[in-house]
């Protein structure tokens, strides 16, 4: 047998984690929080400003007014932000179910 195999998941009472266990849990969510926000908010203002570009620039030609276009680049931008947020935690979610905290990780389990 490969002893390099993983040991099967043992589900743990979370009131039974010592200390440093909890530590390990709470930093490992904590920072990987920040970056998940960090890079959330570099890509939607990315993805905003490119699409605030190109709708300033066809409203702009159409002659649409500053009021119109940027009332309709913000509508725009928070359909998009939204978006990138909701993929965005897609893989947050995933990156947490597929890291280690510690000895610890997380499993999903049918109810």
């Given at each position: 047998?490969?002893?390099t195999a993983a040991a099967p998941a043992t589900a743990i009472d979370p009131s039974t984690l010592?200390?440093?266990e909890w530590v390990q849990l709470?930093?490992?969510f904590l920072w990987r929080g920040v970056i998940y926000?960090?890079?959330i908010v570099i890509v939607g203002?990315?993805?905003g400003g490119?699409?605030?570009?190109?709708i300033g620039v066809v409203m702009g030609m159409g002659g649409y007014g500053i009021a119109g276009i940027q009332r309709i680049a913000q509508w725009v931008g928070g359909f998009l932000g939204f978006g990138v947020g909701l993929v965005g935690l897609k893989f947050?979610?995933?990156w947490l179910l597929g890291a280690r905290f510690g000895a610890l990780r997380l499993s999903l389990?049918?109810?």
């Open positions: 047998m490969d002893q010592r200390a440093g709470v930093f490992g926000t960090i890079v203002g990315i993805v490119i699409a605030g570009g190109i947050y979610i995933q389990v049918r109810a």
